[in-house]
């Protein structure tokens, strides 16, 4: 989707009226022997002689009325159960992410970023249409490319659309891009890493993905395999300056060719009626088929599945399975009216807001016997659209959903002129673990926050899935549209289950960044432990519960279970109140093991008194002490009188030898009472009208 989509469709070209089963045609057009490229290498030669950079902007394209078929009622699988619908402000919180670190930041040179990512058992690999950036599991940095640098193989001078996956079961890592938008040069870039390190050698194919069919060119790729064959889906469309959509195409690609490096044959589907169809990543080594899934109706809530069929050395096929639908009365809008109406913080008026894409679908994967599918709709209320996360669980071999549901909030915020979503969802991606839990991935958006990646998760047995968790806030208003009128994000998230255990998640999504000469777009990486049980923190037996302001106290701790690299213990105070809602920092320690945490509490800390209670947190991962201890603020210069009461209550004994003249205002170190005991002999003249003020001016703590 990197140049011009500039549709120009009606409802009307897209009705087929009944569409019947289909004998899709399994055609071989071209053998392809690969490049072998080393990522290294690679980066060497683009050090030596970097690129110009261009801005590369997927340019404006008019709001698109996606494709709506008729199904055969035969065929469709209506789903008769309730919704389970997981509103943010309701449901129960998630794990909060036990990693996380920023991946590619914008370079501007292209909106929007189509984010994307895959991790193995050491790396985690950012693929977007600006760079390819290589880090460690913990952020480090290893090596970042341009997207044209890495590849030797294309044949225009800018690639698009980038997709990358982990196969846990090859230990490899397979990336798609695309070369030649609008144009009779159009292909399917194919990397294969030879290994499970994304910083070796590469086995690259070049498709073309017009064989016979001049004039129409390759878009929006999607990607799933199985034990046998990696499939691309995408979109072939028409030249300028109709870029008419005209038909969907699938490359299904056999396995050991590629794994082995050596000259392989795939397998071209051509699929009229459907638009974007997702073929899913089957998640076991076992499974002999492949399904699909597209949208189809979203007047009539219809799903499409498809399957592809048969083992090497077969020739693979594809066969129709049915219609899931959820009814009309759970249709979704058809499209949106305009850009730039997902709304952000500062937003202005309803066309400065964020371009939230449409309701294709996103991906796929099929895990324990069950078909997970993903993708964004809209729904409409007053006149206000809101981008809707949709989620269906599917038999893969009947059609029938087993249950679906969405991730949506109704609420509606006015603007004063105009109002807005309270809460907008977009560009959704779904991971299914060994443990059968859900996690989606998704852009958020709401005029109280800039544009942020969040994230929901669902661990198998629970009713629903959880509140959204914010993982990484925006940090300033994002409006970037280069010579177009759209605020381009996008056009992807990913979700993925980390292949070191298969249990634990892994999210990318976008997030708007501080800019420095322009508005940025910036990616993010989080970890997710779905049953994780922290690491715990209590706090020990304290010398005193008295804390005298500006001065420094040590705060034991001891800890059960294991703290990552980077981690800091913070001592936190409540307010007099025992209130943590804005808790105060009294110290930190940079540690992954215990100890005392050297802590002052600030003069400025007020009222002082009793109240006060202390606790200690963990930033890596993230946890809270299971104790709190109450404790008592005595600021420096406190004013004693009589109505304080405890610690402040001490005695000061004053001895002269000759007579004491307290004239003026005195101060001294005790509290509530003051005795001035003259010594024998002497006495204490006190003048009229004399002034006593006791003060807590040293310690007594």
Sequence with gaps: MKNILKLLLTLGLFSFGHVSAQNYVSVQTQTVLPAVADFKQQVSKEI????????????????????????PIDSVRLFKGQAKISLPQVAVAP????????????????????????????????????????QNKTGGAVSTITDNGFWTIEETVSVYDPKILYDPFTQRYYFIDLDGSSSAATNILFGVSQTNDPTGAWNQYKFKTNNGDPGIWFDFPSVGYNKDWIVVSGNMFGDAPSYTFNKVKLFVIKKSDVLAGIATTPTEISVTPGFTISPAVVADNTTTTIP?????????????????SGVPPAVPTLSDVGFP??????SWSEYTPS??????????????????????????????????AVHNSWSISSGIFRGVVRWLSIN????????????????????????????????PSIAVNNN?????????????????????LRKNGDASFSSVYQYKNGTNKYYKTYSGSANRWGDYTMTMVDPSNGSDFWVIGE???????????ATYWAKIIPNVVLPSITLGSMPSLNLCANKAYAVPFSITGSFNAGNEFRTQISNDLGSFGSPLQLGALSSVSAGNISSTVPNTLSPGGTGYVLRIVSTNPVSTSTNTVNVTVIPQTREINSSTVAPFEATEYINNSGSLNLTGTREFKAGKAITLTPTMGNSITIPQNSVFTARIVTCPY
Excluded at 346 to 365: I, K, L, P, W
Excluded at 511 to 519: F, K, L
Aim: charged fraction near 20%.
């Design 48 to 71: 030596l002689s970097p690129p110009e950079l261009k801005i590369e902007n997927k340019r404006l394209k008019d709001k698109m009325i996606m494709p709506s078929y008729d199904a």
């Design 95 to 134: 794990p909060a992410p036990s990693v996380g670190f920023v991946g590619l930041i914008d370079n501007n040179t292209s909106i929007p970023p189509d984010v994307n990512g895959a991790v193995g058992p050491n790396h985690v690999m950012t693929t977007l249409n600006t760079e390819i950036k290589i």
């Design 292 to 308: 699909l899934i597209c949208t189809w109706n979203n007047t009539t809530g219809q799903y499409k599945v498809f399957q592809i």
């Design 325 to 330: 639908s959820v009814g009309a009365g759970n």
């Design 339 to 372: 850009y730039n109406q997902a709304p952000q913080l500062e937003m202005t008026d309803e066309f400065n807001g964020m371009d939230d894409g449409d309701h294709r679908m996103s991906n796929a994967v099929l895990k324990g016997g069950k078909l997970w």
């Design 396 to 427: 893969p071999t009947t059609a029938a959903i087993n249950e679906w549901g969405k991730i949506e909030d109704t609420g509606i915020t006015n603007m004063g002129n105009f109002s807005v979503p309270t809460n907008s969802f977009s560009y």
């Design 436 to 456: 059968e839990d859900v996690m989606i991935g998704f852009g958020h958006h709401s005029p109280t926050i800039y544009g942020t990646a969040s994230y929901v």
């Design 511 to 521: 997030y708007a960044d501080t800019p420095t000469d322009s508005d940025k777009w």
